[in-house]
DNA sequence: TCAGTTGTTTCACTACCTGAAACAACCATG
DNA sequence: CATGGTTGTTTCAGGTAGTGAAACAACTGA
């Protein structure tokens, strides 16, 4: 599935656009944890809120989101939990199963942490609608390349 | 400096590039993680390390450069001079500051590092060379825009 | 029934990260 | 040149993140 010579190095156009890219990825890191923090929330709260706040999930499941191990997400929910961003329900059909919920503050909190992404307004909005589809298709067509490693349902 | 209207609701369109922009994001750190694995080398000691590989640097720079602490930069440090990748030598200029330089090896690593990044070339290979001209002009301008937090050299 | 598998947690360990305090060296001023 | 303030680095205590192994309960299939 790799690249065949994966030693070639990419031409100077190609470095350039990743040298950029991870200018980027670290804005917008760095400000994610900003944001997260603004609310006494860890990167890694943050991020497993977010999940949460679309739909609730088991800890095995959200492990995987997060590619992490489960060992580890217990530590996470338990902090959430402690806060009462997140509760532990039980699953009705395996009781082996702990399903992680965002609460209603929870929600709100993770809510409150999208709206706020400075990086989304700022940034962008330097660009102008047409720029910013052309940025959509581009980004859209550089993730959709190689194919999300998407094995979720299939488990 | 900041949007006047903190929580107004950007458009549809732009959150849909704020979601790309963060999948994008999750994808190069992730495989930015993986990369640093593979050299037994954490994340944060291989942004340490590649920052040193294109020049020596104080160790207050190093925190400044890496948005952290200085106590946390004595750490990840120690941890790089302990496998022969770093090494502290004493500013002749002052004897308080101790710099921290890429050793040979370590410049080896930073430099196979950089080049097995397989988000340089994997998605980035679905564009053609205009279309990565277009997305570097757009990066450029995102990045310009709020002109980059360059408190640097006016320290 | 019972052996194997799966989901979660606990534990020990490492790394990261912060803030406060210690310490040495620098610098300015009297 | 003494002395007090500042700066650069480290040490320490304390908390979060992350892994891997082992424990445990519950599910599954023969």
Redesign the interface.
């Known amino acids: 599935m790799?690249?065949e010579y994966?030693?070639r190095?990419?031409d100077a156009?190609?470095?350039?656009?990743?040298e950029?890219?991870?200018?980027?990825?670290a804005?917008?890191?760095?400000d994610y944890e900003e944001a997260a923090g603004e609310r006494a929330l860890t990167g890694a709260q943050a991020r497993l809120l977010s999940l949460l706040s679309l739909e609730p999930l088991p800890m095995r499941k959200l492990a995987k989101r997060l590619?992490c191990e489960p060992s580890n997400v217990t530590g996470i929910v338990d902090r959430l939990e402690a806060r009462g961003l997140v509760e532990r329900r039980p699953d009705p059909n395996d009781r082996r199963v702990k399903v992680a919920a965002a609460t209603e503050e929870g929600r709100r909190a993770a809510r409150d942490l999208r709206?706020?992404?400075?990086?989304?307004?700022?940034?962008?909005?330097?660009?102008s609608?047409e720029?910013?589809?052309?940025?959509?298709g581009?980004?859209?067509?550089?993730?959709?390349?190689?194919a999300?490693p998407e094995a979720d349902s299939p488990a």
Request: proline share 6%.
């Open positions: 790799a690249s994966p030693t190095r990419p156009l190609t470095m350039e656009v990743v950029l890219i991870g200018d980027v990825v804005r917008f890191y760095a590619k709206e706020s992404l400075r990086f989304a307004r700022e940034p962008l909005a330097a660009l609608g720029e910013r589809e052309a940025l959509r581009l980004l859209r067509r550089m993730l959709g390349a190689d999300g």
